[in-house]
């Protein structure tokens, strides 16, 4: 079992910055991928991107790509989502969610076996 709780999000102007948390609860954090997702106002839920369970493969959709940074630190069982020259149009509610599955992403919500709360992110023009 593990319990995922994000933390950072808030309102920023386009360009600025936002560093996401997800804390995990569970010994075994370590063993899981990890994905980020985000849910807009209407629309269907879209993966933004992943990281493997050791931290050593990352991947990001196109639309965040060179903007978003995601990386993991199992000694504290912590995953990040660094944003930076953020649009208006990642304006969304941000989810972590955790897989048992050992590839290096899943961008199917699907496979994710666990999920956070979400956090809302709001960029401002």
């Known amino acids: 079992q593990v319990q995922l709780v994000e933390s950072g999000g808030g309102l920023v102007q386009a360009g600025g910055s936002l560093r996401l948390s997800c804390a995990a609860s569970g010994r075994t954090f370590s063993s899981y991928t990890m994905g980020w997702f985000r849910q807009a106002p209407g629309k269907e839920r879209e993966f933004v991107g992943g990281?493997?369970?050791?931290?050593?493969?990352?991947y990001y959709e196109d639309s965040v790509k060179g903007r978003f940074t995601i990386s993991r630190d199992n000694a504290k069982n912590m995953v990040y989502l660094q944003m930076n020259s953020l649009k208006p149009e990642d304006t969304a509610v941000y989810y972590c969610?955790?897989?048992?599955?050992?590839?290096?992403?899943?961008?199917?919500?699907?496979?994710?076996?666990?999920w956070g709360q979400g956090t809302q992110v709001t960029v401002s023009s």
């Open positions: 990281i493997s369970w050791s931290g050593g493969s990352t």
């Open positions: 969610a955790a897989t048992s599955n050992h590839g290096p992403y899943y961008s199917g919500s699907y496979y994710y076996d666990y």
